[in-house]
């Protein structure tokens, strides 16, 4: 089965993701198309809250990679534009296909990013 696909757009550049073979990544389809104001955090990541909890099964992935899409909790999206090591725990929702250019498009602060279902 192919993997579903949805389209980030981040200040005029689109980046396609594969969303995980997943209940939450199922459920945070089932939310699109939305845009977030996502919020800056430890020039690593975005993250915001989406308008309602959502299933999750959240585990300490050890490493995060460049282009992860996360729940935290569950409510919480969060856009990783660095890899590095970590001690929190997330559900996997999916991962961007091609990263070039993710750090630079969402920038230093805040931005608004939209999410959408690629037909």
């Given amino acids: 089965m192919d993997p ?7 200040a005029g550049k689109i980046f396609t993701a594969s969303l995980a073979n997943n209940q939450t990544a199922q459920a ?13 955090l ?7 809250d989406l308008s309602g909890p959502i299933v ?7 490493k995060i990679s ?5 729940l935290y909790g569950d409510q919480t ?8 090591s970590t ?6 929702i999916g991962k961007i296909d ?5 750090a630079a498009a969402l920038g230093v602060g805040n931005i608004s990013v939209k999410f959408e279902l690629i037909n």
Wanted: glycine residues 6%; charged residues 20%; without cysteine.
């Fill in 87 to 92: 001690p929190y725990s997330y559900t996997n």
């Fill in 77 to 84: 999206l969060v856009v990783f534009y660095k890899s590095f």
């Fill in 56 to 62: 999750n099964n959240s585990s300490n992935p050890g």
């Fill in 28 to 40: 945070f389809k089932n939310k699109l198309p939305f845009e977030l104001k996502m919020i800056e």
């Fill in 66 to 70: 460049i282009g992860d899409l996360m």
């Fill in 98 to 102: 091609d990263v070039a250019g993710l």
């Fill in 4 to 10: 579903i696909k949805i389209r980030i757009t981040v």
């Fill in 42 to 48: 430890n020039g690593n990541e975005k993250y915001a």
